[in-house]
């Protein structure tokens, strides 16, 4: 399985806020505060990506032109 690019995790991540958002809706005993720190971790984990894109092109490690930088270690392929 390749490692997921940055603008793959990114989506990902949308969505999961997406599906927590109407879980959130649908689900009245989820504790506010737990789903503030769900929301909170994400978008940390936004930020990082955001910083690894910015660094990666302030170094050049990779033109606009090759894609985006592989994120490795993030992800684990799941077992079935």
Known sequence: MPAPNCSTVKTALTELKEILSRCQHNNNNQSPLETANVFAAIAGLEATISSIEEKSFAREDFTADMGV?????????VVS
């Open 69 to 77: 930088p592989i994120i490795t270690g993030m992800t684990q392929p």
